[in-house]
């Protein structure tokens, strides 16, 4: 559930489908009651929640989903780890095949033999 929803949260009526998916796995009642008390959202309390509500974590649950999500977008180290695993940006690619060029010209070349 916690990666499914994530830090971001998900649309009230894209919780649904992730309930029944969950439920294939798990008992329905147990996804429903941890859906209930894990997430938030406007009209929660309501029995016709409107179906574009922001289904997000509670705040004093988002701290403890650092253990499967990592870090929050924002936080320092998720910056650093973002960093970390980015890519080669597309100059740092070609500054490396001019390299890996220039380095092949600069190979001697054999003389004729005579």
């Known amino acids: 559930m ?3 929803i994530g830090y971001q949260g998900v649309q009230y009526r894209d919780l ?7 439920s294939k796995e ?3 009642v147990k996804v429903e009651s ?3 008390h ?5 009209g929660q309390m309501r ?3 409107p179906p574009l509500a922001q289904v997000m974590f509670r705040e004093e649950v988002r701290p403890l989903m650092w253990q499967l999500l990592g870090p929050e977008p924002g936080h320092p180290l998720r910056e650093e780890m973002d960093r970390i ?6 100059e740092e690619k070609a500054a490396e095949a001019e390299e ?15």
């Open 2 to 4: 916690a990666r499914a």
């Open 16 to 22: 649904w489908p992730i309930i029944e998916e969950l």
């Open 26 to 28: 798990f008992p329905k």
């Open 34 to 36: 941890a859906i209930y």
């Open 38 to 42: 894990l997430t938030t959202f406007e």
């Open 47 to 49: 029995c016709n929640p």
């Open 85 to 90: 695993n980015r890519p080669p940006a597309e």
């Open 100 to 114: 890996s060029q220039v380095e092949k010209a600069k190979k001697p070349r054999r003389g004729r033999a005579r």
